[in-house]
């Protein structure tokens, strides 16, 4: 006994606890403006059914009017026809035609009679028709304007909480500034740090290494041409400007040693030992002569002194 009550217990507490989370779900979904439309539906489908009533009742008293009509068309005939018979002797004729008059005259009756209950229930569909008709527009109104009301208040509860930051939208918009901003911090410290690391050299291999392009290259090699154009001009303005001390000084009896053209077997015998010029191969053109004693230097001949 106390496991079944305790096991009713249970369920009770389960079946309020679904009861409770269902309410609050069909709250959360609920919308107030839906909810007026639909009663404003039903409310036009009742006061539809009521004049569809108000109409069959309307046909139902005009079908026993034009019942009463034919019967009162036949019972004037049958009188017409008791006065015929009478007028010719005939009694038992107009009897006859008298007695269908009566049972005409009482189906007139009984017709009479729910044409008057059809007519009152005609009127009292009307007079409820014309009421729900009148509650059916009010209704109307009343939920145009409650629905009017309700969008405003929408409308500034959803501004409200736009410009106090708490409604979903715009905290998503803000998780998402806040992450651009984040991202954006990041990206200036990296860019810090790789500037100063260029700066101090620690990336003059990394970056300035093989990664050259095409365009680097070719400005590297015409600079190249350039130095050993003005390299090559440089030892070519040596050379012509070493050329012509080398023969002043020969001329003047300098130190300097000038190169003499070879003389003849008869002038050099007897007069010592003749200055030679130094091979090609030893020649420095671009530097200038060591002076050379004067003892070493080649007595001049003879003839060239008479001369």
């Known amino acids: 006994m106390k496991g079944t009550a305790a096991r009713m217990g249970v369920m009770k507490r389960v079946q309020l606890v679904f009861k409770a989370k269902a309410n ?17 539906q039903r409310q036009l489908e009742l006061l539809t059914k009521v004049r569809r009533g108000v109409a069959d009742v309307a046909t139902s008293r005009k079908r026993v009017e034009l019942q009463m009509n034919q019967l009162q068309q036949q019972a004037n005939k049958l009188e017409d026809q008791a006065r015929k018979a009478l007028g010719m002797g ?44 009148a509650k059916v527009d009010a209704f109307r109104t009343r939920k145009e304007t409650i629905k009017a009301t309700y969008t405003a208040a929408e409308a500034q509860t ?28 990041q990206m200036q410290a990296r860019a810090g740090a790789i500037d100063e690391l260029m700066a ?36 070519k303005g040596e050379i012509t400007a070493g050329a012509p001390k080398q023969l002043e000084g020969g001329a003047n009896g300098n130190s300097q040693a000038a190169p003499q053209a070879p003389q003849s ?25 060591q002076p050379v004693p004067a003892s070493d230097l080649p ?7 008479g001369s």
């Open 90 to 133: 005939r009694e038992d004729l107009a009897r006859s035609a008298l007695e269908r008059k009566a049972s005409a005259q009482s189906q007139l009756n009984d017709l009479q009679a729910q044409y008057a209950q059809l007519q009152a229930e005609e009127e009292k569909l009307t007079v409820a028709s014309q009421r729900l008709q």
């Open 299 to 305: 007595a001049e001949p003879q003839d060239r002194e």
């Open 265 to 289: 077997q008869g002038q050099g015998q007897g007069q010592g030992t003749q200055y030679a010029p130094p091979p090609p191969e030893q020649a420095q053109p671009t530097q200038q002569a």
């Open 158 to 185: 959803r501004i409200n909480e736009a410009f106090t930051g708490i409604s979903e939208e715009m905290g998503d918009v803000g998780m998402a500034i806040q992450r651009a901003e984040d991202k954006t911090a």
């Open 24 to 40: 609050k779900a069909l709250d959360k979904m609920e919308d107030p403006r839906e909810t007026l439309d639909y009663s404003y």
């Open 200 to 235: 101090s050299g620690a990336l003059d291999d990394a970056v300035g290494g093989d990664r050259r392009d095409d365009i680097q290259n070719e400005l590297d090699m015409m600079s190249a041409s350039s130095d050993v154009e003005r390299e090559l001009s440089r030892l």
